[in-house]
């Protein structure tokens, strides 16, 4: 074998590694934002799935209802799990309604619907 093949083996060795380490930092430094962007994503999926057989959801009912799911990313140890916390419900009524999810069923109270289209 010719020492510049040998060198040119090294030298993908230590590119592929090196793309890895890159990789693999990069993920664990924006893991606890994914985390709540997932356990943002199945609360509203749970919210809407109520909102489906009931016309209205309270923020505490919104808040017990969500309590307990986990995310977790594949290949991680780390979870996230929601607890009775009044700020995670505060940034999921927030997140829903800039999403067009949900709106506020009465003005001034903390009573959601599913958003209404405007023709009906």
């Known amino acids: 074998m010719s020492i510049p093949l040998v060198l040119f083996g090294i030298f993908l060795f230590a590119v592929a590694t090196a793309v890895l380490v890159v990789w693999g930092m990069r993920k664990s430094y924006y893991q606890k934002e994914t985390l709540t962007n997932m356990l943002l994503s199945k609360s509203a999926d749970r919210v809407m799935k109520y909102l489906k057989t ?29 607890q009775a916390d009044r700020a995670f419900t505060g940034k999921l009524i927030e997140a829903m309604v800039h999403d067009g999810l949900i709106e506020q069923a009465q003005k001034g109270r903390n009573i959601y619907r599913k958003k209404q289209n405007k023709g009906q």
């Open 54 to 82: 009931h016309e209205t959801i309270t923020e505490p009912q919104m808040r017990k209802l969500v309590e307990g799911i986990q995310s977790a990313e594949f290949h991680s140890r780390q979870r996230a799990v929601v």
